[in-house]
């Protein structure tokens, strides 16, 4: 089933074109990744998804019903404004304090419910917000960055969740992400953006494609080995500061 | 009957303005709004110059001015003006307009003072319906949007996602920042109630754990402040709005002072 179709799809932002002529579509139970170089249009393109920014040409059709789970990056919380962990969880729609429990545990932070959202970590942020996502059991899954700021075991533990995620919830995974080690591993197709889609397919056909070596040179050598020799290994991603 | 006493209504009329602005004065301090609260509040002054020029009744200047006022600070914030700026001048210009306006109109004698810090004691039966209507309305307007008020101040793409348009919960909180002016000009007057919005709500952040709990407690202290001062202004022959601005401020003081001893509290303030 298609959850998600983008035709044509152009977005301005302060009068520039930021993404141009956009195709894309996903499928229930499908992970799919965006990857690219800063200032790509990754999070633009996220952001049209979700309403946030109006098309300025083309269109962006969901299913029926369609269900959204949405995971910024980080923001900024204002300190003036108190927010418990379990109060934000039940934010726009309330959820029994039993099912918001099981969610925290899921997401590996179980016994946060009750701190502030401004005493938490970085990693510990990530992890509710995905939690709060997944509450409402969404069909389509958007994940912006949702890896920034955790540490190496956070990101394991976060590509594991996901897949369960993704098996017991049958959803579709829509994400931006430059772990590019990590993406090879965790998708099922892989979009190359810079303004436009530059190519897009399987990781290990965008990984050998010469439009995403262009892009990211030797590092795509490294993650591409990463992916096909040391897969079994928890490794830290040395080729990619390189 | 009870509300033959002035004193009465004026704490009856008090504690209406002071629920209404509990929760609407929160929204102003987290979205970092007090100067659009002002403007607002001070076009108010304009409004009261129009109806008097008009022979209209003054709620309905003052609901029309304010109302524009805050559209047309709400509709340009999002452009990219340095808002802090742009405020100050309107805020001010509204308020030197309506005060040059008021001078024109000629053979009525209006009590400006009554305008600028309020009269509380003058409140009639009429009024005090007027007050509570609006603050029932306020109040129902905060009740009813405020999961999506509270989604949309805390991130307006979280919000998108969950298919709350933000553009349209600023448009509420536009609407009952002018509804509080309108019945709130009576009992603080103009230049102080920007005050009765803000400084409950500051007074109660550092006792708040949650957006719930800071609303009512901004509405206890609030309401609190309301009687209080008015109880203060009558020993100490004083004017009643300053008198009930100054008791806030205290209560203000003392929670700031609460906030930094208390251990606990420390946590929530702090970073």
Redesign the interface.
């Known amino acids: 089933m298609t959850l998600l179709t983008i035709e044509h799809l152009d977005v301005d932002l302060g009068g520039q074109p930021i993404l141009d002529s956009i195709q894309l579509s996903i499928e229930r139970g499908e992970i799919v990744t965006i990857v690219g170089p800063n200032g790509s249009g990754k999070t633009t393109l996220l952001?049209a998804i979700?309403?946030?920014l109006a098309p300025a040409r083309g269109r962006i059709q969901r299913a029926p019903g369609l269900m959204?789970?949405?995971v910024?990056q980080r923001?900024h919380?204002?300190?003036?404004?108190?927010?418990?962990v379990s109060?934000?969880m039940g934010?726009?729609?309330?959820h029994a304090p039993g099912q918001i429990d099981q969610a925290l545990e899921r997401a590996g932070a179980a016994g946060l419910g009750r701190q502030?959202m401004?005493?938490l970590s970085g990693g510990q942020f990530q992890r509710i917000l995905l939690a709060r996502a997944l509450l409402e059991s969404p069909d389509l899954l958007?994940l912006d960055e949702a890896t920034q700021g955790l540490d190496q075991r956070g990101v394991a533990d976060f590509y594991r969740q996901l897949e369960t995620v993704r098996r017991e919830l049958g959803c579709g995974v829509l994400m931006v992400s430059h772990e590019l080690h990590v993406v090879m591993r965790a998708s099922d197709r892989v979009v190359c953006l810079n303004g436009a889609i530059c190519c897009e397919g399987t990781p290990e056909r965008v990984a050998s494609s010469p439009a995403y070596r262009a892009m990211f040179g030797h590092d795509t050598q490294d993650a591409f080995a990463l992916y096909r020799h040391d897969h079994s290994h928890q490794q830290a991603p040395a080729g990619l500061a390189s | 009957m009870i509300l033959d006493d002035f004193q009465v209504r004026a704490a009856l009329a008090g504690i209406g303005v002071a629920l209404a602005a509990a929760p609407l004065g929160c929204f102003v301090v987290w979205r970092r709004m007090a100067y659009f609260g002002d403007a607002t509040a001070h076009a108010a002054v304009l409004g009261v110059a129009l109806s008097l020029v008009l022979s209209t009744s003054i709620l309905a200047g003052v609901l029309t001015t304010s109302l524009v006022m805050a559209t047309v600070v709400s509709s340009l914030s999002g452009r990219g003006y340095a808002m802090d700026t742009l405020l100050g001048v309107m805020a001010h210009s509204a308020l030197a307009l309506g005060l040059v306006a008021v001078s024109f109109v000629s053979g009525v004698r209006i009590d400006l003072m009554a305008y600028l810090f309020g009269d509380i004691l003058a409140v009639g039966k009429w009024d005090l319906a007027i007050i509570w209507a609006g603050a029932l309305l306020v109040l129902g307007l905060m009740h009813w949007r405020w999961s999506s008020l509270l989604t949309a101040t805390l991130n307006t793409d979280l919000a998108h996602a969950s298919g709350i348009a933000p553009g349209r919960e600023q448009l509420i909180l536009t609407l009952s920042l002018a509804v509080v002016v309108a019945v709130a000009l009576k009992v603080v007057g103009v230049l102080l109630i920007a005050a009765l919005l803000i400084i409950p709500a500051a007074t109660a952040r550092p006792f708040s754990r949650t957006p719930e709990s800071m609303a009512l407690l901004a509405a206890l202290f609030g309401a609190g402040s309301t009687t209080g001062g008015l109880q203060a202004a009558f020993w100490l022959d004083t004017p009643t709005g300053p008198t009930i601005v100054s008791l806030a401020a205290l209560l203000f003081l003392l929670s700031s002072l609460a906030g930094r001893l208390t251990p606990s509290v420390m946590k929530t303030t702090r970073q």
């Open positions: 952001r979700i309403g946030s959204l789970g949405y910024p923001f919380l204002d300190p003036t404004l108190p927010m418990t109060r934000f934010l726009p729609r309330r502030q401004r005493s958007i």
